[in-house]
């Protein structure tokens, strides 16, 4: 059901049934190791391109979040997913393994809330049983082909970020077990007029809360509604400046609630500058750390917003301005919903 | 420039970015240029060294060294690169370890490794000088404007 402009309310309640997350060796190193359902020690996964293994990080995915609800890839309705690297090849090979019915999706980093709040709604009116949706990125693959050579000496700035390899799947259902998607806000696009493509958290920040200040004003909640309120890939720029900008705007959210999956992947040392950022960010902590964390009983309520920047070199190198949008998915887990 | 792309931005947007700059973390410029001296210069040195091993040992002078050297060192680069090392001693090193013939080695090879993948005519050979054929471009119609004008102030400036 649609309320104010461009809020969704699920009230028939999609379920996460599972989940699977997959990782690359530094994710194997970083803070939430224990969260991956599996790691990977080599960055090639075997493959003799870094394309293949980003296509084998989606794949296995999928199949751990099927297992796990021991589910056959016969019975899902829909696949909705994407990724960052040109025509999304990786995600749309990755489907001709799975064969479901597939949307390929680009929302940049966002992509895995847009796949999982376009899911939740095709359940929630009854369009599909079980919906697999999930994002993904690999490291050397999205620098490749964002920024320079893998090998290339180039100095990052303090404010750039690290892409996450990972991949995060998972399954909706209309019925089962589960955390439960309750909402989502859709994102405009909105643009600072920011320029350095090696500062994306700062460029994104401005779309994170244009998005949470309309969920919250169109569910008509407060902040503290929500346990958690975290954004995708901001890193540590970003989330300074989004809490610059909800005290200007006199939006109550803390210090505490508000977080960042891009500071939560990777731990103190590694060597990620400003934080963590790639489509497979916010899939692998969201789907893997957050989920796990919920259903210990950490906290019963979270917003999700997926950040992404809707960039290519081509638009960067003819001076272009990077555009930015956030989608919010609320999930929410435990009795009396 | 800069001033003329503020003025294309909205009150908006120019708010957002001067609260945003604040917010932003500054680059070190001090202690980078520090450290590329420093960097820099011990690649140099190393140069040297090969230099004078060279000039002792083999049969060459002061005006002959130079192109085995610079082999040498971009047989280490190569080495460097391939092992995954030279991007980290650029992350420290920034400028010292880019402008050095070191930088330009890394730039060709990390390029060749990287597009190995597209086979070798359309993804090393396309792309081996992805980076390093501005350098080579400008440096060459550098060295013709240079060229130029020392002809121009011989011939007609009697110099």
Redo the contacts between chains.
């Keep these: 059901m649609l309320v104010g402009k461009r809020t969704w309310i699920f009230e028939n309640k999609p379920v996460i049934i599972s989940t699977g997350t997959v990782g690359g060796p530094f994710e194997a190193e970083g803070e939430i190791a224990d969260d991956f359902d599996l790691l990977h020690a080599d960055l090639w996964l075997a493959q003799d391109s870094y394309e293949k293994a980003h296509k084998i990080l989606f794949e296995e995915a999928c199949q751990k979040a099927l297992e796990k609800a021991e589910i056959q890839k016969e019975q899902v309705q829909f696949l909705l997913a994407g990724d960052l690297i040109n025509q999304i090849t990786p995600t749309s090979f990755a489907s001709r393994t799975i064969g479901a019915p597939y949307f390929g999706l680009f929302g940049a980093c966002s992509t895995s809330m847009e796949g999982l709040a376009l899911g939740a709604y095709i359940v929630n009116s009854n369009g599909a049983k079980y919906i697999l949706t999930g994002a993904s990125s690999h490291n050397t693959a999205v620098e490749k082909q964002f920024r320079y050579p893998t090998e290339y000496g180039g100095q990052k700035p303090p404010t750039s970020q690290w892409t996450v390899t990972g991949a995060g799947a998972a399954l909706l259902s209309n019925s089962g077990e589960g955390p439960c998607v309750t909402s989502a806000t859709i994102g405009r696009v909105i643009d600072m007029g920011m320029t350095d493509p090696f500062n994306m958290g700062g460029a994104m920040a401005p779309a994170a809360v244009d998005t949470i200040e309309a969920h919250l004003k169109e569910r008509n909640v407060d902040p503290s509604y929500y346990d958690l309120i975290v954004t995708g890939d901001l890193g540590k720029i970003g989330r300074d400046v989004s809490l610059d900008l909800f005290k200007k705007h006199g939006t109550p959210i803390t210090e505490e609630q508000f977080q960042d999956c891009g500071l939560i992947i990777y731990r103190d040392g590694q060597p990620v500058l400003s934080g963590a950022s790639g489509a497979g960010c916010s899939a692998t902590v969201v789907y893997g750390h957050l989920l796990n964390r919920m259903k210990k009983g950490d906290f019963k309520k979270m917003l999700v917003v997926a950040t992404g920047a809707l960039l290519s070199p081509l638009t960067f190198q003819q001076n272009e301005t990077i555009p930015c949008i956030a989608h919010a998915v609320s999930i929410e887990y435990g009795e009396g919903e | 420039m800069s001033n003329n792309?503020k003025k294309?931005?909205?009150p908006?947007?120019?708010e957002?970015?001067e609260?945003?700059k604040?917010?932003?973390?500054?680059?070190?410029v001090v202690r980078?240029c520090i450290k590329a001296f420093l960097v820099g210069g011990f690649i140099c040195l190393i140069g040297q060294l090969i230099q004078t091993f060279y000039i002792y040992y083999f049969d060459f002078t002061d005006q002959t060294v130079g192109n085995p050297t610079v082999g040498t060192l971009i047989f280490i680069v190569m080495l460097l690169?391939?092992f995954?090392v030279?991007?980290r001693?650029?992350?420290f090193?920034?400028?010292g370890?880019?402008v050095p013939v070191t930088?330009f080695g890394?730039?060709v090879?990390?390029?060749a490794?990287?597009?190995r993948?597209e086979g070798f005519v359309l993804g090393v050979g396309g792309n081996l000088f992805?980076?390093a054929g501005s350098v080579i471009l400008f440096g060459v119609f550098s060295a013709f404007v240079i060229v130029l004008i020392k002809t121009i102030l011989i011939q007609w400036g009697g110099m």
């Design positions: 792309k294309q931005l909205t908006v947007q120019q957002y970015q609260l945003q604040k917010r932003e973390t500054k680059r070190p980078n690169t391939g995954g030279y991007d001693i650029a992350q090193g920034g400028a370890s880019a930088g890394n730039a090879i990390s390029a490794i990287e597009h993948t992805k980076l």
